[in-house]
């Protein structure tokens, strides 16, 4: 009887799907469903206190496996820092024995893997959730974690550690909900494809480039319906009077760049003028204090569809007047005066409308009393949407030249002074990447109104707009693959804490709500009988 009622809520939710279309599109744009939406059954085994339990268990134990990806890693089978994806992959195949015989399971370059659930209808193109299994390092400041990085500790309300949050919770949650969902007997009718690449916290070279590669040999260009990865700015209920679910649909561009500063060295008794660390340190600190970069606002920018949504459904009492007056017009808003504006609220908001810079590494000296010939760091840029990385390499250039006018230092090798060179500023340009298409988010986005009706099944009464991701995941390898990308952790803000520090954690309840936003999706892009729009 159980599988009986299933099966029936599985026809219903296919007929309500194949009448996606009727949406709501008041004049902002602001595309929401027309009536409210609501989960299947299929989730309703994630409110067993037991199957509860069990989640959580598996993924505290994800995190005690300490896959980390770290710079300059060797390749597999030669660097022995891999050696921990082996014994995690035979955690996964132990935990998932329903997916692992019910689906081909391929390892790409050893460590990533692919599990492809063919459907029954081969017409219809896949649909693909994507995540990473590596963490970024934890290693350093470890007196400061509540506990130890790699315990996995749970305690009332949070799971603990390295890559509970980024982004072991989208791994696990994703097989633990095809898991129930084959234990249910459901059978796919569009096929289904689980990526995890093994190196995405260092730019996913051996991982999602090769699995893009295994991919498009099978499906070919445009060949796969959909794919949702990590990311987004959450359910914010904290803006505007009204709860906004807000998945990226477009990754800003990045670069590393690379300063490395050649002078004479000597005795530290007898200083030169000027040494590497000290060119160097001026490099940095002229271009870390600059405003070079500004916040930047476009009709096309999603964060502007964003803002008029909210004027269409926030509070009216909480939408401050610059809203009114820069973005609720006709015509001739104040773009640059939204933009401002909008990057004043907090730093997470300019970031998404800015291009950032940091320095991140710094290396030079050996010894107290030697001057080091050579001084070297790295800042790392993120890139606005409208921006390319040509655009950030002038302006960073427009730093570098006078430091090296200066000094009498070239410029890789180009000479910016009239006086003899003492010395030579080499600049490299490292994993340079412009920002990417956007995804679509409008009426015409059959992709998209299945996000939005799926985030109202989830959270109840929320409105979904886009934004943008301020840092890059492994999508940014799968552009070729299709249109329709969505980076979207199913996360309320405040509930992913600390990642890329310490004492990174997520909250039960949000890893849970995760379990449940999985098997939605997969049931009901599943259901969608068309790729018309896909």
């Known amino acids: 009887m159980g599988r009986y009622l299933l099966l029936i809520s599985s026809t219903l939710l296919a007929l309500t799907l194949r009448g996606v279309s009727a949406q709501t599109e008041p004049a902002s744009g602001c595309v929401q469903p027309a009536t409210q939406a609501h989960a299947s059954n299929f989730t309703t085994i994630f409110d067993d206190p037991a199957v509860q339990n069990k989640s959580i268990q598996l993924l505290a134990q994800a995190v005690q496996f300490p896959t980390m990806s770290f710079d300059g890693m060797g390749v597999p089978g030669v660097d022995p820092r891999w050696a921990p994806f082996d014994d995690f992959h035979a955690f996964l195949e132990a935990s998932f024995p329903n997916l692992y015989s019910k689906a081909n399971v391929t390892a790409i370059n050893t460590y990533s893997l692919v599990f492809t659930l063919n459907g ?38 949070w799971i603990y550690g390295r890559g509970s949050g980024d982004c072991k919770n989208t791994v696990i949650g994703s097989m ?66 009204r709860t906004f679910a807000l998945p990226g649909v477009v990754e800003k561009g990045s670069v590393n760049i690379m300063v490395e500063v050649d002078m004479m060295g000597g005795h530290s008794s007898i200083p030169t003028d000027k040494t590497s660390i000290g060119v160097l340190s001026e490099i940095a600190e002229t271009f870390e204090n600059s405003h070079v970069f500004q916040p930047h606002l476009e009709e096309a920018h999603p964060v ?62 050996v010894k107290s009393n030697e001057l080091p010939e050579s001084a070297n760091g790295t800042f790392n840029v993120r890139i606005e949407i409208f921006s390319n990385v040509t655009a950030v390499q002038d302006a960073f250039l427009t730093f570098v030249h006078p430091v090296a006018e200066k000094y009498s230092l070239t410029v890789n090798g180009t000479s910016f002074s009239d006086q003899p060179s ?12 412009d920002p990417t298409p956007k995804s679509p988010f409008d009426a015409n986005s059959t992709a998209w109104r299945v996000i939005s009706e799926l985030n109202q099944a989830i959270w109840g009464d929320v409105i979904t707009a886009p934004s943008a991701m301020t840092g890059n995941t492994d999508t940014r390898n799968y552009l070729s693959l299709t249109k329709n990308i969505y980076r979207w952790s199913p996360i309320r803000v405040g509930e992913r804490v600390g990642m890329h520090t310490v004492d990174e954690r997520i909250s039960i309840r949000a890893y849970l709500e995760g379990l449940k936003f999985y098997t939605e999706l997969i049931v009901r892009v599943d259901n969608v009988t068309t790729d018309d729009g896909l």
């Open 304 to 365: 502007w569809s964003y803002l008029q949504c909210a004027t269409q459904f926030g509070d009216p009492a909480q939408i401050p007047a610059w809203i009114s007056q820069d973005v609720n017009v006709t015509s001739n808003p104040n773009l640059q005066d939204a933009a401002n504006n909008f990057a004043n609220i907090s730093i997470s908001n300019r970031y998404l409308i800015q291009t950032s810079k940091a320095a991140t590494i710094f290396n030079a000296g």
């Open 176 to 241: 633990i909900a095809v898991e129930h969902l084959l234990e249910q007997g459901w059978t796919p009718t569009r096929t289904l494809l689980l990526a995890f690449g093994q190196d995405e916290e260092i730019g996913g070279h051996m991982g999602a480039t090769n699995v893009n590669l295994h991919l498009l040999s099978l499906y070919g260009e445009d060949g796969v319906a959909m794919i949702v990865d990590e990311g987004g700015s959450g359910v914010d209920s904290s803006q505007f009077g």
């Open 120 to 157: 029954s209808n081969p017409d219809l193109m896949p649909m693909m959730i994507t995540g990473h299994q590596d963490v970024v390092p934890a290693t350093t400041s470890l007196d400061r974690w509540t506990f130890p990085p790699f315990s996995g500790t749970v305690d009332d309300t």
């Open 422 to 433: 003492i010395g030579n500023i080499t600049v490299i340009w490292g994993n340079p990447h």
